[in-house]
């Protein structure tokens, strides 16, 4: 199977395993999604998070998450073009960290020119589970200083770019450390395993069963 790691459709394939993520604020479709291939994701996403509705948000996540069938914390994080202060939310995305850690469920994610306060985060919680940066796109050196901290990285349609960061990290990227996704991009996530196979020169259906087995081990079934 393929593993698409975040996306927002909820149509099912047959040759794909999905993370499908439920923004938490705006999304119920997820409840009545009953096909095996489709894994759920809920978060609070900076985005659409206020200081007004924050305790609110907080309070339907953790009901939520606690369900069998929601096996990821996220989308989550922090955003410095778009929500509340930046410190509020840090705030936010440290409680649901702690939430993931108590459940523990790995956590998908979302930062958007805020890497020196995701990374003081992370070195502040220090999350037992795994987690992974969805959608990365940032300089060979900062994947590098993030390396460092153990996240898993997740790669999506940035990779169709030749000339992308994504591909530059890409090429060197350890290879138990990453994920392919589709977001928002209307492509099968089968075109980045074959743009991925040419980047890192290996053999499609071994990195097929490569992030398979990998998609396991971060659920605990590995």
Known sequence: ??????????????????????????????????????????GIHPWHLSQENGAALLERLT?????????FIGECGIDKLRGPSLAYQADVFVKQLELAIALN?????????AFNELEAVLRKVKPSVP????????????????????????FGAALLNSGSNAVRFMAEVAEDRFFLETDTADIHVSELYNVVAGIRNV???????????????????G
């Open 1 to 42: 199977m393929f593993v698409d790691i975040h996306t927002h459709s909820v149509r099912p394939s047959a040759d794909t395993v999905k993370v499908v993520n439920h923004i938490v604020q705006v999304d119920d479709r997820l409840h009545g999604m009953q096909d095996a291939s489709l894994y759920r994701s809920a």
């Open 63 to 71: 009901q939520l998450a606690a369900r069998p069938s929601i096996t």
């Open 105 to 113: 469920k790995p956590v998908i994610i979302h930062c958007v020119k």
């Open 131 to 154: 987690v992974i940066i969805h959608g990365f796109n940032g300089k060979v050196e900062l994947g590098r200083q993030l390396s460092r901290l153990g996240v898993y990285f997740s």
């Open 203 to 221: 053999d499609s259906v071994l990195l097929k069963a490569d992030l398979y087995r990998r998609f396991l081990q971060l659920k605990g079934e």
